[in-house]
């Protein structure tokens, strides 16, 4: 199970810049995406897919730059 995410503000802090920071933590723990992500349920045919055509596309782009270095 993941921990919640939180910011301690701190004493005298304003709650704009807590709330610019709540939302750089939430971004980089990739909260928003995940969400999107189970919004509707997927079949496990169709996750299998997706991550699949991922793993082709990560596969692709790292040859492609694998082969512009040799250059």
Known sequence: MRSVT???????ESFESAMKRFKKVVQEDRILSEVRQRRFFEKP???????????????????????????
Do not use: N
């Open 6 to 12: 939180q910011v301690v503000v701190e004493k005298g």
């Open 45 to 71: 045919s169709q996750l299998r897919k997706r991550k699949k055509a991922a793993k082709q596309r990560k596969s692709r782009r790292t040859t492609r730059k694998a082969q512009m270095r040799q250059y």
